[in-house]
């Protein structure tokens, strides 16, 4: 079972910036396929970003052009770096991870094998 462990989330008023970083307890980042998931209070969980095994990003249409995902394969590290933040952004942020050779539908919470506690990110107006 790998170990997904999120942090960087916090306070940050409208227009702001913060970088989230899921740290794996193994090298799984040249090989799985990994994304980040969002979840308001009352709400699904819903996607976030996304990259693939084989480097191909996808973005939800709500952050395209403002969040970036990448990774950082010699520290086992995910990241999510968010930009101009708005007051809807504020969710706790979940890493997820799964190993195939294939993901066709990578914006799907349920093709993913495991995931981090989540951080919490506040968007202040």
């Known amino acids: 079972q790998v170990q997904l462990v999120e942090s960087g989330g916090g306070l940050v008023q409208a227009g702001g910036s913060l970088r989230l970083s899921c740290v794996a307890s193994a090298r799984i980042f040249s090989s799985y396929n990994m994304g980040w998931f969002r979840q308001a209070p009352g709400k699904e969980r819903e996607f976030a970003a996304a990259i693939t095994a084989s480097d191909t990003t996808t973005y939800a249409d709500s952050v395209k052009g403002r969040f970036t995902i990448s990774r950082d394969i010699a520290k086992n590290t995910l990241y999510l770096q968010m930009n101009s933040l708005k007051p809807e952004d504020t969710a706790v942020y979940y890493c997820?991870?799964?190993?195939?050779?294939?993901?066709?539908?990578?914006?799907?919470?349920?093709?993913?094998?495991?995931w981090g506690q989540g951080t919490q990110v506040t968007v202040s107006s």
């Open positions: 997820a991870a799964r190993a195939s050779l294939i993901m066709p539908r990578p914006m799907s919470p349920t093709e993913y094998n495991f």
